[in-house]
């Protein structure tokens, strides 16, 4: 089955910094790539994905890039903000399929 | 606006009681699953229902069951609870492609 590691576990940055997580999968076959940012005592919400047949996309101050090659995808957030402090989770989906397998997540703190 | 909702949002109970998680869908997805979350574990994949006639089982099914009553409710049950099954429970709904949606979730304590 599909395996989904993520990196950093946590990460700090200053408001204004660039952050960057970086997550790997090991199924070739997967072919959708969502990110989730979960707040705290809130339910995951889909921010952004990707799929196979995409390198980047953008959506404002995100973007997520994937290297079908290396199979690794990352999440870049330009000009943190406070408000983007929050647990931000990786998956993969193989392709036929819609189940997702989901990195262990990584907590984001970004500090005014 | 069309939404997915759990009930209970929390719920207490003690060793050997049955219980169950129950999810309601608004988003007219085919797709429901059950996931569970742990710190540090992220969020892993219970069972999950394609339409009202398939089940299958995640990554930890063991000690679950879960029932399809209509397109817009599936059901969680844990047949005899035990202290380990202590996490923060959702529901999702998805399209066909991959996008899910989470539900609010369920903190379950077995003490």
């Known amino acids: 089955g599909e395996n989904v590691e993520q990196h950093p576990s946590t990460l700090s940055v200053q408001e204004g910094d660039s952050a960057v997580i970086k997550c790997t999968y090991s199924?070739?076959?997967?072919?959708?790539f969502p990110w989730y940012k979960q707040e705290l005592g809130k339910r995951p919400q889909l921010i952004i994905d990707?799929?196979?047949?995409?390198g980047e996309k953008k959506d404002q101050r995100i973007a997520v890039t994937l290297n079908k090659t290396a199979k690794h995808f990352s999440l870049h957030i330009t000009e943190t903000q406070p408000e983007d402090s929050a647990v931000y989770f990786c998956a993969a989906s193989p392709r036929g399929y819609s189940t997702l397998t989901f990195g262990k997540g990584t907590m984001l703190l970004v500090s005014p | 606006d069309a939404d997915v909702t759990q009930t209970p949002r929390n719920r207490i109970t003690k060793t050997g009681k049955r219980i169950m998680l129950e999810c309601s869908q608004t988003?007219?997805?085919?797709?429901m699953y059950w996931y569970r979350q742990d710190p540090g574990l992220g969020l892993r994949l219970i069972y999950y229902?394609?339409?009202?006639?398939?089940?299958n089982k995640g990554e930890i099914s063991d000690g679950y069951s879960v029932s399809r009553q209509a397109q817009a409710k599936f059901s969680l049950s844990l047949e005899s609870a035990i202290p380990n099954q202590t996490a923060l429970y959702f529901c999702?709904?998805?399209?066909?492609?991959?996008?899910?949606?989470f539900g609010p979730g369920t903190r379950l304590t077995v003490l």
């Open positions: 988003k007219g997805h085919d797709r």
């Open positions: 229902s394609f339409d009202v006639k398939d089940i």
């Open positions: 990707i799929r196979s047949n995409v």
């Open positions: 999702a709904t998805g399209l066909a492609g991959g996008s899910q949606y």
């Open positions: 199924d070739s076959a997967s072919n959708y």
